[in-house]
């Protein structure tokens, strides 16, 4: 399951996923960040991952078919902070970090 956090600066996207992730939560997400890309320029975006239950197929379709459509507007993007004790959301974030360029990426444990 995926939360938008609405209480954020417009500038600032932030969210939390915790269990399955449906190809709705998504679109939900996508959605939010081009909104904030439309109307704030470059935009800071949190995310709190508690566990990965899962990708449905559809959402994995989903977020290959959104994301491939953003790869020009990556820039606008400055900073990617992920809380999370998850190792492999950890690495995978810090590797997301070092081949975007421009974007910085920071991670933290849930008890920060």
């Not at 909104?35 to 949190?46: A, F, L, Q, Y």
């Not at 959104?66 to 590797?95: C, M, P, Q």
């Amino acid at each position: 399951m995926l939360r938008l956090h609405p209480d954020t600066p417009p500038h600032v996207l932030a969210f939390t996923i915790d269990g399955t992730v449906t190809a709705p939560d998504m679109d939900d997400l996508y959605a939010a960040v081009e909104d904030r890309m439309e109307r704030e320029g470059p935009i800071h975006i949190c995310g709190e991952i508690h566990g990965v239950g899962g990708l449905t197929l559809e959402a994995l379709g989903a977020s290959l078919s959104r994301g491939f459509k953003l790869i020009g507007t990556i820039g606008r993007v400055k900073r990617y902070a992920v809380v999370s004790d998850v190792g492999w959301i950890k690495t995978l974030s810090e590797l997301q970090g070092a081949v975007i360029p421009g974007l910085t990426v920071r991670v933290w444990p849930t008890s920060e």
